[in-house]
């Protein structure tokens, strides 16, 4: 045997709601504002694509109602 090699295993949970990523070593990692879960949302705010936080902030602003597209 060659020798010991260590990995880090990652679990991504793709919720309906939220999602998450851990690492083995029981450590939750955060999202680009701090927040330990993750908005499964996608939004579109004209100029470019947004996904999670800001995604689900858009919400109220882009709801389309009886419109075609």
Same mark, same amino acid.
């Given at each position: 045997? %060659?020798?010991?090699?260590?990995?880090?295993?990652?679990?991504?949970?793709?919720?309906? !709601?939220? =999602? *998450? $990523? /851990? %690492?083995?070593?029981?450590?939750?990692?955060?999202?680009?504002?701090?927040?330990?879960? !993750?908005? =499964? *949302? $996608? /939004?579109?705010?004209?100029?470019?694509?947004?996904?999670?936080?800001?995604?689900?902030?858009?919400?109220?602003?882009?709801?389309?109602?009886?419109?075609?597209?």
């Amino acid at each position: 045997m %060659a020798g010991r090699v260590e990995r880090t295993a990652i679990g991504i949970d793709l919720g309906t !709601t939220y =999602s *998450c $990523v /851990a %690492a083995w070593f029981d450590k939750i990692i955060p999202n680009q504002q701090g927040n330990k879960i !993750t908005p =499964s *949302c $996608v /939004a579109w705010d004209g100029m470019q694509m947004l996904v999670g936080e800001a995604a689900k902030n858009q919400i109220t602003r882009n709801t389309v109602y009886g419109k075609l597209l």
